[in-house]
């Protein structure tokens, strides 16, 4: 079981350079957001899929973040308990990129983590794959409650992504303006993204009492 | 070259003085020949034009959610005319319209809201609030925003159920708020269109409810105007 995130020296010099960025002018607007992704809840969520992977015993080489955010713990996570090889992040904001590119420099130097900015229900994420490379083997979206549903995930990406395992997460917590795609259940998650072989299905109460559902599959 | 004005009217909470009182404004303030037209869901003068139906299925009422979308049928070559100019109902024209059909064509140009902080811009791009940009004003050139229409033919079913606004949309797939240079749609300059309800250019000059009769066009937008819900203090001011 994986409960805490290694803070090694390597981790606290780049996460130290993002503190440093958003008390500076460019990214100080960004300082509410970079607390609000690094809370128990956020920590917690992220664990929850790496115990849940690990507990499926699957490998995992070469995945795929949808609106990833500043992917400040999963990198890490997946790189450090999981021996991802690489991991794409597909965001939609700039200052994201940016900050998730400090958070996680030191797999940037190395190639193993990359940010695109694209919107990823209207563009498959593969326009951004290098002709004749490797497609993903795992799809990650903790964001399901932010976007349409992911079946247009999958259909715009149908036959390019090497069948990736699905894992999803998202709420039934509809107080916010930008959770315009909460659902009831795990079941209705993933009912939404069409998965057929639901490997793992679970709810779990996070600290900030949110119900937040996962789903993993294909 | 053919100068075209349109609006546009829809439902039942704004009444026909409205547009009247536009074109009686257009009248007075342009200096060049134009046509006028306005786009609307039940035509009953010779300048109306019926807007068309299609993406009517789309629209989940109870959401609300990108409610202002018929005015997406205006970039369908609806109307006859090289030279488009939009203008919502509720605005007030200070100066001579001539300026806009003179203006640089290289990309179509809608109202960049200087009153917003670019800050808190960026911050909610991603919950799809603040947005930079306003639909109250439009210019552009036959065909050449026929792509916007496409796209939201196209993707339909998803832009109704994502963005909130026509505004929100155009902003994110129309405009880049980091590189406000390099999008499709570019912002008219400040000094050409303020608000009444929000202000005019952050955060130098930001007093509400003042008439700035040396800009050309004051707007009447505000945060709280969703579809069927308008004051009439612009009544005051015609």
Not at chain 1, 34 to 44: I, Y
Not at chain 1, 89 to 116: A, G, H
Not at chain 2, 47 to 63: A, E, V, W
């Amino acid at each position: 079981m994986v409960d805490y995130i290694k803070f090694s020296p390597d981790v606290a010099r780049d996460w130290k350079s993002v503190q440093s960025a958003v008390r500076g002018d460019t990214y100080r607007h960004c300082a509410r957001r970079v607390e609000d992704a690094s809370t128990s809840s956020q920590l917690r969520s992220k664990l929850w899929i790496i115990e849940e992977v690990s507990n499926l015993d699957i490998k995992v080489d070469r995945v795929a973040l949808l609106a990833g955010w500043y992917a400040n713990f999963i990198v890490p996570l997946l790189i450090d308990e999981l021996g991802a090889s690489f991991i794409h992040n597909f965001e939609i904001d700039q200052d994201v990129k940016q900050l998730s590119y400090k958070f996680n420099k030191r797999y940037k130097e190395e190639e193993k983590y990359k940010c695109y900015i694209v919107d990823v229900m209207f563009e498959p994420i593969w326009n951004f794959m290098k002709q004749g490379a490797s497609g993903f083997d795992l799809v990650i979206n903790t964001s399901c409650e932010h976007m349409f549903p992911m079946h247009k995930f999958l259909k715009i990406n149908r036959g390019f992504l090497d069948n990736p395992l699905y894992v999803l997460q998202s709420t039934d917590d509809d107080q916010y303006d930008d959770h315009i795609n909460c659902v009831n259940s795990p079941e209705e998650l993933a009912e939404q993204a069409n998965l057929v072989d639901v490997l793992y299905s679970g709810t779990k109460v996070l600290d900030n009492g949110m119900n937040r559902f996962m789903v993993i599959g294909k | 070259m053919t100068n075209t004005i349109l609006c546009m009217k829809w439902g039942d909470k704004y009444d026909q003085i409205y547009v009247e009182k536009l074109k009686e404004q257009c009248e007075q303030n342009c200096s060049v020949p134009f046509n006028f037209y306005c786009l609307t869901d039940k035509p009953t003068q010779p300048y109306d034009i019926q807007i068309p139906t299609t993406l009517d299925n789309y629209y989940h009422k109870k959401r609300g959610f990108f409610w202002a979308y018929r005015k997406i049928h205006m970039f369908n070559d609806l109307v006859e005319g090289n030279q488009f100019l939009f203008l919502d109902l509720d605005v007030i024209i200070h100066q001579d319209l001539k300026y806009f059909f003179d203006l640089d064509m290289e990309k179509p140009w809608i109202v960049r809201g200087w009153w917003n902080d670019l800050a808190t811009v960026k911050n909610n791009y991603s919950k799809n609030k603040s947005t930079p940009l306003n639909s109250s004003v439009i210019r552009w050139n036959k065909g050449q925003m026929k792509s916007v229409y496409n796209h939201v033919k196209k993707n339909a079913e998803i832009i109704f159920f994502t963005y909130p606004s026509l505004d929100n949309y155009m902003a994110h797939h129309w405009y880049d708020p980091w590189s406000e240079e390099e999008g499709f749609l570019q912002g008219l300059p400040k000094g050409d269109v303020y608000s009444w309800y929000k202000g005019n250019i952050h955060p130098d000059d930001m007093s509400k409810k003042v008439l700035r009769e040396d800009h050309k066009i004051c707007l009447f937008n505000n945060s709280t105007h969703t579809e069927g819900n308008y004051d009439e203090e612009i009544k005051n001011l015609w």
